[in-house]
């Protein structure tokens, strides 16, 4: 089946922005709270929402094989348990009701009064329950950074990196949607040049810049997933902002790995931007560099060109731009992820997150995270307004931004935005 949705040529008659990151070519899919005080689920075209649950009963997705009830739901997981099929039967009607052609929906002011809102009428939601969420450590430019720091620099990497998509599984619980703020977390620390450990706030909070993609059911229990068939069961993809106490993280993660260092938070893009939008942008990723095993190897332009930028925001005074990055530095990709993920016979499920791992370019400018861009708080940071960070300080907003381009479209993930605030204290009684 055609991805109609994507032909550039397309117009719509809702009035958008020239430089918007949601064209009608875009069309992701998102939950949101209404004016009404009504979640939804909806899909946005410029800075127009979209309620597909009315839209629905208002007859628009008629002949498509649809529950009454799909869009009427508080999260997006059994409308991606409908499959492939579905999702891009969905998108190209979306596309047609409000392609500049089509004046049925255009012309029916009562219809449009029903299923439009401007942004400043919603408040957007977690897009999917997590079941389960996965981070993988897939930058070899980050891994590189980071093992020359911690370890040896002839020996960064450690010996399996280049033979499979290193991953831990972290907590689900803690992932919240963008414009949600974070507390500084405590936890044990060992101070330079003690013996002993302290209970403490973090003095050295994080962000990593990573992007995620969101899982449809894929297996069943012992049933590995086969590398060429691995694009089939991702929905779309997400900006993520892994948050990280790095100095909490050094005392703990040997054997086992980040515990309390990273499972206080990880802040998501609302709108899941689908695979089949981020068709047009494929490329080509780095070769392997070692020869892997045949359930690793895949064919074709798996990467993405996404064009990613994280800005730091101190309170009371303007944003600074730190990062700029793309995801198509990823050495695994997300087909080898998921096939990894599965060889064991590990289920899938509709919702589950997999993050990529902090994203990292081959230049200073371009390294996903505040360990490597102040190198470990030995080259503080300049903002604009003249102060300097070596990590995230109180009141400061992350805000990550990405979206892809070519001359004739732009498909965005709007952004991610985030405020750290001080230690949490509990009210009084």
């Not at 050295?204 to 694009?231: C, H, K, Q, S, Y």
């Amino acid at each position: 089946m055609s991805i109609t949705a994507n032909d550039p040529k397309r117009k719509t008659w809702l009035d958008t922005p020239k430089d918007t990151d949601f064209p009608i070519q875009n069309i992701p899919f998102g939950v949101f709270l209404t004016r009404d005080d009504i979640i939804t689920i909806g899909t946005r075209i410029g800075d127009y929402a979209i309620d597909l649950g009315a839209l629905h009963q208002l007859g628009y997705f008629e002949g498509i094989p649809l529950t009454d009830d799909i869009f009427l739901q508080d999260t997006l997981n059994d409308f991606i348990s409908d499959g492939k099929k579905t999702w891009r039967l969905v998108r190209n009607r979306i596309a047609d009701i409000f392609d500049a052609e089509n004046s049925k929906l255009k012309e029916n002011k009562d219809h449009r009064n029903t299923v439009l809102f401007t942004l400043d009428e919603i408040e957007m939601q977690l897009p999917v329950q997590v079941g389960d969420y996965t981070d993988f450590y897939s930058s070899k430019e980050h891994a590189t950074n980071v093992g020359t720091m911690f370890r040896d620099p002839e020996n960064a990497l450690l010996p399996n990196w280049l033979h499979m998509p290193v991953g831990y599984h972290g907590r689900s619980s803690s992932i919240i949607p963008s414009d949600i703020p974070v507390h500084r977390p405590i936890g044990q620390i060992l101070p330079k040049g003690a013996s002993q450990p302290v209970l403490a706030p973090s003095k050295r909070v994080d962000f990593e810049l990573e992007m995620a993609f969101i899982t449809t059911d894929a297996n069943v229990l012992g049933e590995p997933i086969p590398i060429e068939e691995a694009e089939d069961y991702i929905f779309g993809m997400v900006l993520f902002n892994d948050w990280s106490a790095r100095d909490i993280q050094t005392w703990e993660y040997v054997p086992l790995g980040p515990f309390l260092a990273k499972n206080f938070a990880s802040s998501v893009s609302p709108w899941i931007v689908t695979l089949d939008a981020l068709e047009p942008f494929r490329t080509t990723g780095p070769k392997p560099e070692k020869e892997l095993l045949p359930y690793l190897q895949s064919k074709g332009k798996k990467a993405f060109d996404i064009k990613l930028e994280v800005a730091l925001k101190p309170e009371n005074s303007e944003e600074t731009t730190v990062s700029k990055s793309n995801f198509k530095y990823m050495y695994w990709n997300m087909s080898q992820q998921l096939a990894h993920h599965t060889v064991n016979g590990c289920p899938v499920n509709s919702g589950d997150m997999m993050g990529s791992g902090t994203i990292s370019g081959p230049t200073p400018d371009s390294y996903g995270s505040m360990l490597e861009l102040s190198w470990k708080g030995e080259k503080p940071i300049k903002l604009n307004d003249g102060s300097e960070r070596k990590f995230i300080e109180d009141n400061d907003t992350v805000i990550m931004r990405g979206y892809c381009e070519a001359k004739d479209r732009r498909i965005g993930f709007g952004e991610v935005r985030t405020k750290l605030l001080p230690v949490f204290e509990p009210k009084k009684k």
